[in-house]
């Protein structure tokens, strides 16, 4: 089993090209560098450094050694910081923001997995744009934020964000669409219902409208845009009563509604990717932040 100390000393060989430098940056001796590296040679059976009179170089096997040494010894660094962080915390509340979409399915799972750690939620929930006005101005901590199509959102440069799901978007058309037999779409057939009543969201600023309506116009073809509305629970309401046709994630897709179908598109363009977006310094975002990363991913995961 490897030694985090074999690793440490090809590192400190590596940054500074001697055995002897090494040692003095280490604050070891030069016969206990000597060792660690000797052992960590025959343990994976060759040398991973060469040695002149001009000093210590890496072989090619010992830099690939110190790509994957230097991730293992910056796991190690993460994990005892996350736990000294983590015990140090007590009972912390972060002022944490989501949409509602993602509010109805996932915010009590991740309420409970935080709060077996000493973590309160302070939530609020709010659309796109005013969550990014929030986490940009500090008002937030940590708020759970989606973007698609590869559009990037207008974060301030000192707000980290983590990815955390990809959510695929459905078609949801009514059971009597003459489309509705159709088991998938693809972009052409998608394009052809744009005769249809199509239902938008109400709030300017969500990437996810933006991409669709991009998608049409790349094509010379106008959109119907007959309803707006944020609340998918509306949306599929519309649908049911056979008067629209919309885009849904699949974080809303349970249990539809009587008289809405719902069929996958074959464009992996129609998703959006789940972000925790908050505020941080130079070392990342805060052990707490991190761990309700962690919540919201297994709460994700807890939906199937």
Avoid: C
Avoid at 110 to 129: F, M, P, Y
Avoid at 139 to 159: C, H, I, K, Q
Avoid at 174 to 180: D, F, G, L, W
Wanted: net charge negative.
């Amino acid at each position: 089993m490897i030694d985090f100390r074999q690793l440490q000393a090809l590192s400190a060989v590596a940054s500074e090209g001697s055995v002897a430098r090494a040692a003095k940056r280490l604050g070891w001796s030069q016969p206990t560098v000597d060792y660690h590296l000797r052992n960590l040679d025959r343990l994976v059976g060759t040398d991973l450094t060469t040695r002149s009179t001009r000093g210590s170089k890496l072989t090619t096997a010992g830099h690939l050694m110190l790509e994957r040494g230097d991730e293992m010894l910056s796991l190690a660094d993460r994990a005892l910081t996350d736990v000294r962080d983590l015990a140090q915390l007590g009972k912390i509340r972060l002022r944490f923001g989501t949409f509602p979409t993602a509010a109805s399915r996932l915010l009590p799972g991740i309420a409970s997995r935080v709060a077996e750690l000493g973590i309160e939620l302070d939530a609020t929930l709010e659309e796109l744009a005013p969550l990014i006005t929030r986490v940009n101005q500090h008002t937030l901590d940590a708020a759970l934020v989606y973007a698609a199509g590869g559009y990037r959102l207008p974060f301030r440069a000192e707000v980290h964000t983590t990815h955390l799901f990809t959510d695929p978007m459905l078609l949801a058309l009514p059971a009597s669409h003459p489309a509705s037999d159709r088991s998938s779409f693809d972009r052409r057939s998608l394009l052809a219902l744009s005769g249809d009543s199509w239902v938008m969201g109400s709030t300017p600023g969500d990437t996810l409208d933006d991409l669709v309506r991009e998608v049409f116009e790349s094509e010379g073809i106008q959109m119907n845009v007959a309803i707006r509305t944020d609340d998918y629970s509306v949306v599929l309401g519309l649908i049911a009563a056979g008067m629209a046709v919309a885009l849904v994630p699949s974080l809303v897709s349970f249990n539809p509604p009587e008289g809405v179908v719902l069929r996958p598109i074959d464009d992996p363009m129609f998703a959006r990717e789940l972000l925790l977006a908050a505020p941080a310094g130079p070392g990342g975002p805060s052990a707490a932040v991190r761990q309700l990363a962690e919540a919201v991913r297994r709460s994700i995961s807890a939906l199937g």
